[in-house]
C-alpha cells in the first residue's frame, strides 16, 4: 500500500467536523473536515503542500487540492494514494478523499458528529448526486469528477518518471 494510506488509516475513527474556513478548525487530530484530513494526512506522509498561488497560504479547500497538486490521474490508472474528487453542483470540487483500492476511499465525511471512515466511492456517489440548479454553469456531470496523484516536487516533470 501506499504510504499515504497506510497514514490515512491510522486516523480511522477520528472525529469529523463541518468545514468552516481555513483556520486550525477542521485540519487537527481533535477533527477533520474532508480537506483538513487530506492535507494532515499529506503533510504527515512529508510531502510538501504548496502554498496558495500569490498568498502565504498553504493549499487547504478541496478545489485547491484539485487546481494545485498533483498531476489528473484517468480512472483505469487510479492507485491507493490517489486524490478522488467529487462536487455537489457540477461547478467544483466541493469534497474530497484519498483512494485505498478495490473501490473504496478513506476520508472525513465533513460533518459533525461523523467520524473518519472507509467507503466505497459507488456507494458515496449514489448517495451525493450532483444537485443541478438550472442557470448554473456545468463542467462535471457524473461523480467522482476526477482523481489526482499527489507528488513531492522534484523539478522534473512528471512524464519523465514513468518508463515507457
Known sequence: MSKLVDIALEY????????VEPGNLGNTQK???????????ILKSGICVP???????????????????????????VQPGDLVFFSKNGCRPSHLGIYIGDGNMIHSPGMDGKKVCIRSIDDFCKKNKLRLKEGNLQIY???????KRVTSPSGVRYQTTFVI
Open 141 to 147: 456531470f457524473d461523480n467522482p469528477i476526477g482523481y
Open 51 to 77: 502554498k496558495v498561488p500569490n498568498t502565504d497560504r498553504i493549499i487547504r479547500r478541496s478545489e485547491e487540492f484539485f487546481d494545485f497538486l498533483g498531476f489528473a490521474i484517468h480512472e483505469p490508472a
Open 31 to 41: 477533527a477533520f473536515d474532508c480537506s483538513g484530513f487530506v492535507q494532515w494526512v
Open 12 to 19: 480511522e475513527g477520528f472525529p469529523s467536523v463541518r468545514y
